[in-house]
């Protein structure tokens, strides 16, 4: 097992204005699972390929370990990806295609069939080892390949949005499958997802990039609760934070009826008096009347468990779309009128002109 560290890497792709990855600093410790995301575009791809030795690296230096291998082949750097088509062997039983790089390797037949049937154990394949890829569902065909990875005692494991091919289900069952094959193999992982939602519940860390640039990396939890500028508070959480634009009047930021002040740092962050208000659908109290924002329901989305209520708010001269969290099987209905009023410790302020976040809210 090793870390990885990315330092000042640079990917610049001929005919392209905008670099697809610039001056990445991401330091990955050992025994780590660290996730990508981001939207289409964004350089998450890019990255790992860096890493793997399948694109090369313009500017800067990526190290596994106390090795420099930005300029290694890809054999040479103790490396094994997962990608998102399984690319197995037709022709191949299970076992066969588990064991195949430790063949071409020259490793003896008996290491081999221990080192297979013990990567089928960890991942419940071994009822499977002898039949043939097309006799097995994609969940099970994606498990071959990540067993097909695990024999290999890699350094570090690379994986490109492995669940994109499954079903919803399955890629809830086969997310929490590897997210516990890692903790229990201690490997440091990288994983790279389009999904917000696998994101924040597999990995240790997560990294946000945009546009070739790494917003944010930290905790599941601190993006989620702190996150540092408007682009990562809109993409992560599901649904998406409202944000609302406001006015600051003297320390006072008024939303409506709502008001709440700011503190010394906040002010001190600002560069004009616009500024935008983040309420997280769950951070609204509903009532019949209050201090808060006048909406209508537009429409009712039931889960059970859960309920959203997508709203129009008053406010200003105008209205804008609102969205709210509510217990399951509520009484509400498409056009009743509601109050909504932010939960003031649960607000998030961010400077209009920078994105960045404002304060210690």
């Known amino acids: 097992m090793a870390g990885v560290s990315y330092r000042g890497v640079t990917r610049r792709y001929p005919g392209v204005a905008r670099p697809a990855l610039e001056q990445l600093d991401l330091k990955v410790e050992e025994g780590e699972f660290l996730v990508l995301v981001g ?6 791809s890019t990255t790992l390929r860096m890493l793997a030795g399948l694109e090369p690296v313009d500017d800067g230096e990526i190290w596994i370990g106390d090795r420099d291998v930005t300029s290694l082949p890809p054999k040479d750097r103790d490396i094994a990806m997962v990608f998102q088509s399984y690319a197995l062997y037709p022709h191949m039983t299970v076992g066969e295609n588990i064991g195949f790089h430790l ?8 290491e081999r069939a221990k080192r297979v049937l013990e990567a089928a154990k960890l991942l419940d394949l071994e ?6 890829p097309a006799k097995l569902s994609g969940g099970q065909r994606q498990r071959v390949a990540m067993g097909r990875a695990i024999v290999r005692r890699p350094q570090v494991f690379l994986m490109d949005e492995p669940l994109s091919n499954l079903d919803a289900k399955l890629r809830v069952q086969t997310r929490t499958q590897i997210a516990s094959l890692q903790r229990r193999l201690g490997v440091t992982t990288l994983y790279v997802t389009h999904d917000q939602t696998e994101a924040m519940t597999m990995g240790d860390r997560v990294a946000v990039l945009k546009d070739g640039e790494l917003q944010q990396c930290d905790t599941p939890v601190n ?5 540092v500028n408007l682009f990562v508070a809109g993409f992560i959480g599901s649904p998406a934070m409202n944000l609302l634009e406001a006015a600051v009047d003297g320390d006072t930021v008024r939303l409506g009826a709502w008001a709440t002040r700011m503190d010394r740092a906040g002010l001190a962050g600002l560069t004009s ?3 935008v208000i983040g309420v997280r659908p769950e951070s609204w109290r509903i009532t019949e009347r209050g201090t808060g924002l006048s ?3 537009d429409v009712v989305e039931e889960l059970g468990s859960d309920g959203f209520l997508y709203c129009r708010a008053d406010i200003g001269s105008g209205t804008r779309p609102v969205t709210v969290r509510t217990v399951g099987m509520s009484r509400h209905r498409p056009g009743d009128r509601l109050n909504l009023t932010p939960v003031t410790d649960h607000v998030h302020l961010f400077d209009k002109a920078t994105g960045l976040r404002l304060g210690s809210q």
Request: net charge positive; with cysteine; aromatic share 6%.
């Open 103 to 110: 063949k071409i390797s020259k490793l003896g037949k008996a």
């Open 295 to 297: 909406a209508t329901i």
């Open 273 to 275: 008096r616009d500024l």
């Open 223 to 227: 993006l989620f609760s702190r996150p």
């Open 127 to 132: 009822p499977y080892l002898d039949r043939k």
């Open 39 to 44: 939207p289409s575009g964004c350089g998450k």
